[in-house]
């Protein structure tokens, strides 16, 4: 069950890279009807909403070192099964960022140097955000997106309406992270757009590692603080027995 766990998360975190970076990359600035801050923000957004329904019940639907290593904190999730995985979150995310190169790189008017939806801070913050800036956005913005996520799917939390807490929660975040630093939250969303840029984008992405696993873990321990009671952990569903 781990390898389909593994490969769920890969699939989940690779469509939330692709179509969110690649709805900056691709629509946002797009002549006259460009999607724009707003759209971008939905857009990542519903990446999440659309793989909780359709891997939440497989893996968990984490698509997020900092989501994984925050729910493991949380008690929500078993610590032996960090490393696999933030290995396939890390993997989907690069094959999807080769995959948006390879497609955006066929139109005239792309330009690498432009970001491709890298994360950044100082002169590479949308904003000209600092460093410090940066840092504490990252963490409060990953500790509040795991104190939702924690209490969405939380057993006594209103069933069936987990995907659409956590993807709001997203879209929000994207809506207020973006000028700041084009919003990583996500170490495996950050690191796929940093290997094509390269440069500047590898050298500041140790921000958008350390910090989102800061506020991950704030966000996983004060909600189990908050809330002591036991609930399931976000681990997927286990296949039941087939009749023999």
Known sequence: MLFRKCVA???GTFWLTFAGCGSAVIAA???EVGI???GVSFAFGLTVLTMAYAIGHVSGCHLNPAVTVGLAAGGRFPSRDIGPYIGAQVVGAVVAA???YAIASGSPSFDLAKGFAANGYGEHSPGKYTLVSGFLAEIVLTMMFLF?????????APAGFAPLA???CLTLIHLVGIPITNTSVNPARSTGPALFVGGWALAQLWLFWVAPLIGGVLGGVLYRWLSEEPSAQVTGVAPTARAT
């Open 98 to 100: 080769a995959l948006l």
């Open 9 to 11: 998360e890969a699939i």
């Open 29 to 31: 600035g797009f002549p």
């Open 166 to 168: 956590i993807g709001l």
């Open 36 to 38: 724009g801050l707003l």
């Open 148 to 156: 939702v996520i924690m209490g969405a799917t939380h057993g006594r």
